[in-house]
């Protein structure tokens, strides 16, 4: 699947949204990425979901990893396509962990999943937790990288579109200075 036709399914689920967002990051953007648009429908996730499994085909991969919370859903999609187990990083004090019983094995390769990229923090949560448990990271898949290929994790990462999405400091944010109203997505800060 090419980077058109992902943007094209993400603009189908009107998951492409554009106003003045603040990002779990703490960053302010005029376009915000909304997964669960994309999440919520099946028939447009699962194409690229199986685009992105398929890249990873070859790689030995034992067990797909992904954070909550629609990283869990995707953790568990992929590891379908792929046939393999799932697990699921959640927070726990601030820190990612394995709960429910779930644990990783020394050497195991592992695929992690996130949806969309920014800033990178769930996806280096998920490499730090695969060290503590000696597991080998065979790579990163996400829907879509805001960063355009800038964020480099030190693992091969592959994405279904890449798209450069302009961000700002909250004292810097042009949309701000136009007293332009905010909407705060996501669910980063909700209690857990």
Known sequence: MTNEETLHLFQEAEALLKGHFLLSSGR?????????????NPKLLEPICESLAERFRNDNIEAVLGPTTAGIILAYVYARILGVQGRYAESEGG???????????????????????????????????????????????????????????????????????????PGECPLCKRNIPMTQPGSKNLNR
């Open 95 to 169: 820190v990612r962990k394995l709960r429910r019983g779930q644990t990783l094995y020394p050497g195991t390769r592992i695929l992690i999943v996130d949806d969309i990229l920014t800033t990178g923090g769930a996806v280096r949560e998920c490499i730090d937790l695969a060290k503590q448990y000696q597991a080998e990271v065979a790579g990163i898949a996400v829907l879509a990288d805001r960063t355009a290929g800038g964020t480099d994790f030190g693992y091969r990462l592959e994405s279904a579109l890449s798209i450069q999405v302009e961000s700002w400091d």
């Open 28 to 40: 302010h953007s005029d376009q915000y990425l909304e997964k669960f648009r994309l999440v919520e």
